[in-house]
């Protein structure tokens, strides 16, 4: 069939909309329409070149939400008419890894994924001869994609498109880092760098933990209104600190007859090492915890005084927020539902597949969270 797509021809320049043909799902396949999809900073990674695992030409985006529109054979999971959110870290419920319950990280599909074709090697999209890329197994900016079954959650009917796609991952990746990964708890103190799309709800994720001390970090000043609607108590701009920012963070940070201050737990929500080693200094001697959530360039690479982690430090890092998406992403959407959790004011804009490269400037801009492509 005819869609319409935005497709990322090269490396550093803007995503062009046009026709492409999609081919129909294969044996353990999904085709769905897609009916929204945020546009995540991960999205503006890969285009931009810095991914190592990044392929030209492709159909970016992977923050999206849609209808089943027709199943391959030997799908039973999901049939016509389900409202879903597509997966980038799908849940096969069998591989070594699923099976461990150690980890979200389904090995299942993975290597193909990261090639950008469906598991049995090939693309389902094309241009005349040319075949075209997945992406991160979603492609969500496209108005009709194909995945494989074990990379969709089946969701609340009733649930809007454009405010659930941000589960997709924003919001599974933000809240989950703080109860999945860093496991929260009552009282704790905690750092935030970088209050986007992500920061955001890590901070909402930490009142809904029941933090104490929420301390948001970045570098643009307007950010500090976004973080207070959600939770932030403290708002640290590193340009009004001066040079080095972790003693004043440390010292920020200390409590009753503590002489030496760090917070329990430090997020990473910039893909900046430099911050992300701030960050990881700023967390509290004996028993800190640093998460990286941030995604960094190709060549780069992070370093501490190991010193840093003899005493008590803990480097740990997360991908979409430690959560098993087909069990926790329909739960996620019903807290949105009753109202746990927030998603509407931080989509601060929307616009038809046409404008999609506006939302690209806007977040370079620092003027939107999230940006919404509403098909
Ligand atoms: P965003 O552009 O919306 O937000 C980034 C924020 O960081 C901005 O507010 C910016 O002002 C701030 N910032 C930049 N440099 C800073 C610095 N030196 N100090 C303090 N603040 C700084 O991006 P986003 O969508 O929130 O994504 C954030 C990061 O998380 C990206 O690297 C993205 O690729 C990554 N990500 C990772 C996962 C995962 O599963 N691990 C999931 C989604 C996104
Ligand atoms: N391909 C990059 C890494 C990109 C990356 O880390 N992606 C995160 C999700 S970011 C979502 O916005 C992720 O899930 N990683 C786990 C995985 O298996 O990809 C690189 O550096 O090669
Ligand atoms: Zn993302």
Request: proline content about 5%; hydrophobic content about 40%; some cysteine.
């Amino acid at each position: 069939m005819d869609i319409r797509a935005a497709v990322a021809v090269q490396a550093g320049k803007p995503l062009e909309v046009m026709t492409v043909q999609l081919d129909g799902p294969k044996a353990g396949e999904v085709l769905i329409e897609v009916k929204a999809t945020g546009i995540c900073h991960t999205d503006d990674f890969t285009l931009s070149g810095a991914d190592p695992e990044g392929l030209f030409p492709a159909i970016l985006g992977h923050e999206g939400a849609g209808i089943v529109v027709d199943v391959g054979p030997g799908v039973t999971s999901v049939k016509k008419g389900d409202h879903v959110i597509p997966l980038y870290t799908p849940e096969c419920r069998e591989c070594y890894s699923c099976t461990s319950r150690k980890t979200n990280l389904c090995t299942a599909i993975r290597a193909t994924q990261g090639q950008g074709v469906m598991p049995d090697g090939t693309s389902r999209f094309s241009i005349g001869k040319d075949k075209i890329h997945h992406y991160m197994g979603c492609s969500t900016f496209a108005n009709y994609t194909v995945l494989p079954e074990i990379a969709l959650a089946k969701i609340n009917p009733d649930a809007p498109f454009d405010k659930v796609c941000y589960i997709g991952c924003g919001v599974t990746t933000g809240i989950g880092a703080v109860i999945n990964t860093a496991k929260v708890e009552i009282g704790a103190t905690a750092i935030v760098f970088g209050l986007g799309g992500i920061g955001l709800n890590v901070i909402q994720g930490l009142r809904l933990a029941g933090a104490d001390m929420i301390i948001g970090v970045d570098i643009n000043p307007d950010r500090k209104a976004w973080g207070e609607k959600f939770g932030m108590t403290h708002f640290v701009n590193p340009k009004d600190v001066g040079d080095d920012i972790v003693p004043y963070l440390v010292n920020m940070t200390k409590r009753g007859g503590d002489l030496i201050g760090g917070a329990d737990y430090t997020f990473d929500c910039t893909g900046n090492t430099k911050v992300m080693r701030q960050a990881l200094e700023a967390s509290h001697r004996g028993w800190g915890k640093s998460i990286v959530i941030g995604v960094a360039g190709a060549g780069q690479e992070i370093s501490t005084r190991p010193f840093q982690l003899v005493t008590g430090r803990s480097w740990m890092g997360t991908a979409f927020g430690g959560a098993r998406g087909r069990t926790d992403v329909p739960k996620i959407v019903d807290w949105y539902m009753q109202g746990k959790i927030q998603i509407d004011p931080m989509i601060t804009h929307t616009m038809p597949l046409e404008d999609i490269n506006k939302g690209f400037e806007l977040m370079h801009k620092g003027e939107s969270i999230r940006g919404v492509v509403m098909y």
